[in-house]
Nanobody, 123 residues
Framework: QVQLVESGGGLVQTGGSLRVSCTASGRTFSNYGMGWFRQAPGKEREFVAAINWNGGTTDSARSVKGRFTISRDNARNTVYLQMNSLKPEDTAVYYC????????????????WGQGTQVTVSS
């Protein structure tokens, strides 16, 4: 079985920075694509960023481009999301997920999901 565990969420002020982490256990994810998604209450789960663990290719949503950076540390089976210039609109539960299909933006192509970590951005 594969488990994904997010950490690092918290409360920050507008314009602040936060880094959330996702650590995988049970398997080696060096050949898996990883993604970050977020969901605010009453809203659809939306794509945030993705990374191909093997090639280092990244993609991100237009709403976070230039502010969020996804990265990886395969030795630790960990993916990170560095969030800068945070806005109240970024407030959500952030989920990491793993896919065997490589980089992807559609959540239905992800096989494994973490429990999420809350990120709250206040004015």
């Amino acid at each position: 079985q594969v488990q994904l565990v997010e950490s690092g969420g918290g409360l920050v002020q507008t314009g602040g920075s936060l880094r959330v982490s996702c650590t995988a256990s049970g398997r080696t994810f060096s050949n898996y694509g990883m993604g970050w998604f977020r969901q605010a209450p009453g809203k659809e789960r939306e794509f945030v960023a993705a990374i191909n663990w093997n090639g280092g290719t990244t993609d991100s949503a237009r709403s976070v481009k230039g502010r969020f950076t996804i990265s990886r540390d395969n030795a630790r089976n960990t993916v990170y999301l560095q969030m800068n210039s945070l806005k109240p609109e970024d407030t959500a539960v952030y989920y990491c997920a793993a896919t065997s299909l490589g980089i992807a933006t559609n959540p239905r192509f992800y096989n494994y999901w973490g429990q999420g970590t809350q990120v709250t951005v206040s004015s």
